[in-house]
């Protein structure tokens, strides 16, 4: 991913959300919103040290972040 926001393709309210390390890089790396989810490939652990500003163990709960 490369300058979404200075290529317009997405908001400063986008999230990436993901379930390994990588997609949390890539979010951190584009001052984008991250978001672990708990039931993929990776321990919390893992995803933690990505510093993601959510994590999230079920999709209800994800679910209640992307319609707030």
């Known amino acids: 991913m490369r300058q979404p926001h200075s290529q317009g393709l997405v908001s400063a309210n986008s999230v990436i959300i993901g379930d390994q390390g990588v997609d949390l890089v890539a979010a951190n790396k584009n001052n ?16 933690s040290q990505e510093n ?6 079920s999709p209800l709960k994800l ?6």
């Open 32 to 47: 984008l919103t991250a978001a672990g989810v708990l039931w993929g490939y990776v321990s919390q652990a893992e995803l």
């Open 52 to 57: 993601p500003q959510y994590l999230f163990n």
């Open 63 to 68: 679910n209640n972040l992307i319609n707030n």
